[in-house]
């Protein structure tokens, strides 16, 4: 079992930035690649950026590349997500995910555990 807990959501303006954490506790680390995944009220659950279990790779979403970063610290059991030039679309709760895997899935379904959610709001 893998325990995942986000921190670090808010209330933020257009235009802010915000860095989630996601503490993980339980199996190795380095074995899983992490996501960070978002849903909106009313709406699918959606990949938003994942990291390959020694950070080496990264993807991300179209619609975040270019303003929102992931990164690793496997000393700390911890992946981020570095979230700049919010737009209101970005609210949603985001989640991150981890997977027993050596690809970078950008699927839900790829994912074995994840965490509780934190909410993020752009709003003026």
């Known amino acids: 079992q893998v325990q995942l807990v986000e921190s670090g959501g808010g209330l933020v303006q257009p235009g802010g930035s915000l860095r989630l954490s996601c503490a993980a506790s339980g199996r190795t680390f380095s074995n899983y690649a992490m996501g960070w995944f978002r849903q909106a009220p009313g709406k699918e659950r959606e990949f938003v950026a994942v990291i390959a279990r020694r950070g080496s790779s990264i993807l991300f979403a179209d619609l975040v590349k270019g303003r929102f970063t992931i990164s690793r610290d496997n000393a700390k059991n911890t992946v981020y997500l570095q979230m700049n030039s919010l737009k209101p679309e970005d609210t949603a709760v985001y989640y991150c995910?981890?997977?027993?895997?050596?690809?970078?899935?950008?699927?839900?379904?790829?994912?074995?555990?994840w965490g509780q959610g934190t909410q993020v709001t752009v709003s003026s």
């Open positions: 995910a981890a997977g027993a895997t050596m690809t970078l899935p950008s699927s839900k379904y790829a994912y074995d555990y």
